[in-house]
């Protein structure tokens, strides 16, 4: 019997139809080192995309029914896809894939329907296997009935062709009266059921459960209702073991036509049963801890969401372990695998006397789901008690070794919240507290949690924006405080984003640190306004240095000599001419790569600034050992005839820089006050709104 799906399924074209394609293709691939297949890899590779349009088709279908997928399984079974592999690759490569999908990310309930889908995908599977178990026996049956019919002609041929079936076979076979009484039983029926079987009946050999079932089966033959019936029963075995078993049951009739005997045929799939639940749970549970995996625990979550007590609600814990790296690149991966089961004893330890769901999320990161009741603890004891479960040592191969934990906590959401949603809000919470050190736990707020989407949704379309011409290169005029006039231009980025406006330079770089866009971007504002300056001073005769500031991962990038080299030849831009800002921060802590990048630029001609200089003892320092030749003072806000003491902290600050050998360029004088009071406190140059927007070169 084939379950062979519909040949015109179809999608519409996009980018729906290329994943589907790579869907399969990684299906078959996965199915091919399982098992042998006759079947051209195209031919596999097409009739698995069939059943991918047919899963994604099941996952979105209204009203829900997630039975019709059960198809997809019973497809495998017809392509032979049977090794014991072939339904565990199949839900490991399908449950990630659909959960992920494109195509069903506004899906609601989305988690839930994959896995009903990928559940009916299992059972259709084993249904299948079943099924052929069951037409096998209905064969085998088949030749016995014939053979029967053929002693009529050559009784003494049809007995022993009977007899050899009857023997051999891997099956359990045997004949009964129409009461039931075994009149004949082989041995491999015998060995299912660990027992002789002379004198007793079929009845006494089936669960007490199913006897009703298998007595309305024998009476529906009787009747001339069926011809054979096959039956999915429990027998027990002698020594009160339940085999799970599939019977195919026949009424053989006598030359008169009347009811003789019963012939049944019995296969023991037990172990195709615990398969089946073995593959169920391996989906469901991480391998290394036991624990709920993701999909269990997103599963859960929505369920318990909608059920827990309103008075109370629920408290997701979404814990990081801290510096969990260390351990594994300093003992190896076998102390890490020690540990993270470790903290997943320890945490259901933590939470033991809870109504709580523990869970491996993926890597280091465990999950928490507490359903509070009036006696639950508060959030902040409960933090100390994760913690203090886990600073017990755990010891292996002779060291102690344990770890704390970084914490994002959502307590009591709106039961409508979405559960993927709410894993996402936990998941940045901790990383907001992770910013703040190990061991350190952080409580969700809406306004952080929706500024912090906004902040990474335009870091992640910030590539895009920048390949379709949304990022430009503006300058900023250096002013010269004393005497006025400009003595060179800063180039900076803009971002012309038609949702948020103008996106200045400062965030623009900050955005780019997130994704590591920031090296290429960086490359590319400098080639860019080194090319510009050159064909503006082809039209203007001006020959003013360019200053460009430089993140943090750019100067400590192992190529960034080599980028500005490169920059300097292509565009014939002298290397006298460019100032490169180097993060304060970094030269006072001594990075090898900053201070090595600095100091080979400076021997290169480069002129090197101090950016963020605020007048640190280590900044000083610096100026003495570097050579550094400008200091840049970030905006301050402060106006002098205010703050008195700020007056002369800053003005010191500018004699001190002017004795260390650097001139001072201050960042931010947007007024004319502000303008005067660095004037008089010595500063040599700056920039700011008093002396021009940033814009682009033709509008200077």
């Keep these: 019997m084939s379950s062979a799906l519909p040949e015109d399924v ?40 069939q059943l991918v349009h047919r899963l994604h088709d099941a996952v979105v279908a209204h009203p829900f029914t997630p039975e019709q997928a059960s198809a997809a399984g019973s497809r495998l079974v017809d392509l032979h896809c049977t090794a014991p592999a072939s339904l565990r690759e199949t839900l490991e490569l399908l449950g990630p894939a659909l959960l992920s999908s494109p195509e069903l990310q506004c899906v609601d309930g989305r988690t839930k329907r994959v896995l009903a889908v990928l559940g009916a995908v299992a059972a259709g599977y084993v249904e299948a296997v079943q099924r052929v178990v069951l037409e096998q026996q209905e064969s085998v049956s088949q030749a016995l009935l014939v053979a029967a019919k053929a002693a009529q002609w050559n009784l003494k041929v049809s007995e022993a062709l009977a007899d050899e079936v ?70 027990v075995r002698e020594d009160g073991e339940v085999v799970r078993g599939t019977l195919a049951v026949a009424l053989l009739r006598d030359a008169a036509g009347e009811p003789g005997q019963f012939v049944t045929i019995v296969e023991d799939v037990s172990e195709l049963t615990l398969l089946g639940s073995q593959l169920t749970h391996q989906a469901l549970h991480d391998a290394l801890t036991g624990l709920p995996n993701r999909q269990f625990f997103t599963t859960r979550l929505e369920t ?22 260390v351990v594994t690149d300093g003992l190896g991966r076998a102390a890490g695998d020690h540990l993270l089961k470790s903290v997943a004893d320890r945490l259901r330890v933590a939470f033991a006397a809870e109504r709580a769901m523990v869970a491996r999320l993926e ?44 914490i994002g906590v959502v307590d009591r959401p709106a039961p409508a919240f979405d559960p993927v949603e709410l894993l996402r809000a936990s998941h940045m919470t901790l990383r907001r507290a992770k910013k703040s050190g190990r061991r ?23 590539p895009g924006a920048w390949e379709s011409g949304e990022i430009d290169v503006v300058f900023q005029p250096e002013h010269r405080l004393a005497g006025g006039g400009i003595t060179g231009l800063t180039a900076l980025l803009r971002w012309n984003h038609p949702d948020h406006g103008v996106i200045e330079h400062d965030r623009c770089v900050d955005l780019a640190e997130e994704t590591g866009l920031v090296l290429p971007l960086g490359t590319w504002l400098l080639r860019t306004a080194a090319e510009q300056l050159r064909w503006w001073r082809q039209r203007t005769d001006l020959d003013l240095p360019l200053s460009v500031h430089l993140a ?62 605020t007048g640190a003892a280590g900044e000083f320092a610096c100026l003495e050992a570097l050579p550094v030749r400008e200091v840049r003072v970030p905006r301050w806000g402060v106006c ?18 002017h004795l260390a050998g650097a001139a001072v360029l201050v960042d931010g004088v947007d007024t004319p006050e502000l303008a005067d009071w660095w004037r008089t406190s010595g500063a040599d140059t700056a920039t700011g709104a008093h002396f021009g927007r940033p814009s682009a070169l033709v509008d200077l």
């Design 363 to 406: 890597g280091d990161e465990f999950a928490v789901l507490v359903e509070n009741c009036s006696t639950t603890p508060d959030v902040v004891t409960t933090v100390n008690r994760i913690n203090d479960e886990l600073a017990e040592p755990l010891y292996v191969g002779g060291h102690g070794i344990a770890v704390s934990a970084s």
């Design 166 to 235: 009857f023997t051999s076979s891997a099956s359990g076979i045997a004949v009964t009266a129409l009461d039931g009484t075994f009149v004949r039983a082989n041995n491999a029926l015998a060995e299912i059921v660990g027992a002789d079987l002379a004198g007793r009946t079929l009845h006494s050999v089936v669960h007490h459960e199913d006897a009703d079932d298998l007595r309305a089966a024998l009476r529906d033959l009787l009747d001339g209702v069926h011809q054979r019936v096959p039956l999915r029963l429990r027998l």
């Design 10 to 49: 179809r999608i519409a074209p996009g980018t729906g139809r290329r994943e589907r394609r790579k869907l399969a293709r990684k299906w078959a691939a996965a199915l091919r080192s399982t098992a042998y297949i006759p079947l051209p890899p195209e031919e596999l590779e097409h009739q698995l995309r």
């Design 440 to 462: 350190q736990w952080g409580l969700y707020d809406a306004g952080r949690d929706a500024a912090d989407r906004e902040r990474l949704g335009l870091a992640a379309v910030m």
């Design 640 to 657: 002098a005839e205010r703050n008195p003491i700020t007056t002369r902290v800053l003005a010191d600050l500018v004699a001190v820089a």
């Design 552 to 613: 943090a991962g750019q100067a400590t990038d192992p190529d960034l000599v080599g980028s500005v080299l490169r920059v300097l030849a292509d565009t014939g831009l002298p290397a006298g001419s460019l100032r490169l800002g180097l993060p304060a921060g970094l030269l006072v802590a001594d990075d090898d790569d900053a201070v090595d990048n600095l100091t080979v630029l400076a021997d290169a001609g480069v002129r090197t600034a101090m950016g963020g200089f």
């Design 304 to 325: 318990t969401l909608r059920q827990a007590d309103p008075a109370f609600g629920v408290t997701l814990y979404h814990l990081d372990l801290d510096a969990f790296s």
